[in-house]
């Protein structure tokens, strides 16, 4: 099946500093998409992304879908962003919706 | 508008009982679907659903059953608990087949 890895697994910061995170996938896919899961569990969605670049306010991303990978760029970071952030992708010939593979996460702690 | 439901919250059983998680979502979405969540792991694909009377299997599927009778609902059910199912569970829904999934809160369940 479908492998998805995300780097860095664990990343600490100031408040105010800027990180990329990483997601490869080992095949073509026609959905990606960014999960924010906060300390107490919740998963909101950040970005459906297959491809190019979007932003919403201090978060982009950005796909590059012949090369097999995902950005995701977290600007000015807040102590609110602390928590996991998954990329999760379906497998180009899966019509399912919903039928996401993901990442094991990378962990971020936000200091102030 | 409450999007997706799950219940219970919270959940202990015993080994060998049986029982159903409920998930239910208020958004005409056609895709849903059942993922397990344990530490390190990320989160598993259990089953997942492209419409009423359609279901198919994911990652992890030993263990549970699903149906889906209604647009609206997609049940989880444990036909006889063992402690590694201990997991927090989640159900999920989208749209469309290329479009953002949106999740619910999460059933912690406890298998003693």
């Known amino acids: 099946g479908i492998q998805v890895e995300q780097s860095p697994p664990d990343l600490i910061l100031q408040e105010g500093a800027n990180s990329t995170l990483r997601c490869n996938f080992s095949?073509?896919?026609?959905?990606l998409q960014w999960f924010h899961q906060n300390p107490w569990g919740q998963l909101i969605n950040l970005f459906y992304?297959?491809?190019g670049t979007k932003q919403n306010g201090r978060l982009s991303a950005t796909t590059v879908a012949t090369e097999r990978y995902s950005l995701l760029y977290i600007s000015s970071s807040q102590t609110t962003d602390s928590g996991v952030y998954f990329c999760?992708?379906?497998?180009?010939?899966?019509?399912?919706?919903?039928?996401?593979?993901f990442g094991k996460g990378t962990t971020l702690s936000v200091s102030s | 508008n409450a999007g997706v439901t799950q219940t219970p919250k919270f959940q202990v059983l015993k080994t060998g009982q049986s029982m159903t998680l409920q998930c239910a979502q208020d958004?005409?979405?056609?895709?849903m679907s059942w993922y397990r969540q344990d530490p390190g792991m990320g989160l598993r694909l259990i089953h997942y659903s492209v419409g009423a009377g359609i279901t198919d299997q994911g990652e992890v599927p030993n263990g549970y059953n699903v149906s889906r009778s209604t647009t609206e609902d997609f049940p989880l059910r444990l036909l006889s608990a063992a402690p590694s199912q201990t997991s927090v569970y989640f159900c999920?829904?989208?749209?469309?087949?290329?479009?953002?999934?949106?999740f619910g809160q999460g059933t912690r369940l406890t298998v003693v």
């Open positions: 999760a992708v379906e497998r180009e010939d899966y019509q399912a919706g919903t039928a996401l593979i």
């Open positions: 992304i297959p491809s």
């Open positions: 999920a829904s989208s749209y469309g087949k290329n479009t953002e999934a949106f």
């Open positions: 095949d073509s896919v026609n959905n």
């Open positions: 958004m005409n979405h056609e895709y």
